[in-house]
């Protein structure tokens, strides 16, 4: 699997959107002071990967940043096996998982559907 992109929004410390391109090939190094959202940039994989937009969990609860009533947001764009996937989910309120195939053809699931090409990405390239 190559990671193009990752994004994050309403995570923890992270108000506003923050997008991570990472070059496909080689090493990425991510610098930044602490508490810039490095480690959860680092977590989002995870979170799409393994948690449903229906999980209400206190890990979950726990991503919605303090005193503020927001829904929790991360993607991905992510190449695995010739074929380049946005992967993007919402929890809490206004829950949601989309998936988008954006190459080599275009496709674009939502609900469940989403959640199954995720499993199965999961299950067979992590």
């Not at 995570?11 to 810039?36: F, K, Q, Y």
């Not at 229906?54 to 503020?68: C, H, M, R, T, V």
């Not at 764009?77 to 206004?94: A, R, S």
Request: aromatic share 6%; net charge neutral; with cysteine.
């Amino acid at each position: 699997m190559k990671i193009h992109k990752l994004w994050a929004e309403n995570v923890r410390g992270i108000s506003n959107r923050i997008t991570m391109e990472l070059s496909p090939t080689g090493l990425n190094l991510v610098t930044a002071p602490n508490e810039m959202g490095k480690t959860t940039m680092a977590q989002i994989l995870n979170f799409l990967f393994q948690e449903k937009s229906s999980a209400n969990s206190q890990e979950i609860k726990d991503l919605k940043p303090y005193g503020k009533d927001v829904c929790p947001l991360m993607g991905a764009v992510i190449e695995v096996d010739g074929q380049t996937y946005k992967i993007e989910k919402q929890w809490l309120k206004d829950k949601k998982t989309e998936v988008e195939l954006l190459a080599p053809e275009k496709k674009a699931l939502s609900g469940n559907a989403a959640d199954k090409v995720i499993d199965e990405i999961f299950t067979e390239h992590l």
